[in-house]
Nanobody
Framework: QVLLVESGGGLVQAGNSLTLSCAAPDLSSYGVGWFRQAPGKEREFAAGISRADSTFYTDSVKGRFTISRDNTRNTVYLQMKSLKPEDTAVYYC?????????????????WGQGTQVTVSS
């Protein structure tokens, strides 16, 4: 078990930025994905970073979100810019053993508790 902990959520106005953090012991040994679940919707993949630092984004966040990692801090970040009200969701980070970047939840074996992001119009 990896014991992922997310932080950095909050309330922001549309157009502003927010950076989420996901920390866990030895997180540098895993691929990490950020998922989000909006009210009344299913959880969906947003962004991922592999052990080799390759990245992948869902189309709706491409160009606005940046995922990165600091292995010295065992932390993965999700920098979110130009936020929109439709980005409002609970954001979860998850760890995977896979060397590629899975977009399906079943390929992630450990999850954080989630952090709320609310974007007001």
């Amino acid at each position: 078990q990896v014991l992922l902990v997310e932080s950095g959520g909050g309330l922001v106005q549309a157009g502003n930025s927010l950076t989420l953090s996901c920390a866990a012991p030895d997180l540098s040994s895993y691929g990490v994905g950020w998922f989000r679940q909006a009210p009344g919707k299913e959880r969906e993949f947003a962004a991922g970073i592999s052990r080799a630092d390759s990245t992948f984004y869902t189309d709706s966040v491409k160009g606005r979100f940046t995922i990165s990692r600091d292995n010295t801090r065992n932390t993965v970040y999700l920098q979110m810019k130009s936020l929109k009200p439709e980005d409002t969701a609970v954001y979860y980070c998850a760890a995977t053993y896979q060397y590629y970047i899975p977009t399906l939840e079943v390929e992630y074996y450990d999850w954080g508790q989630g952090t709320q992001v609310t974007v007001s119009s």
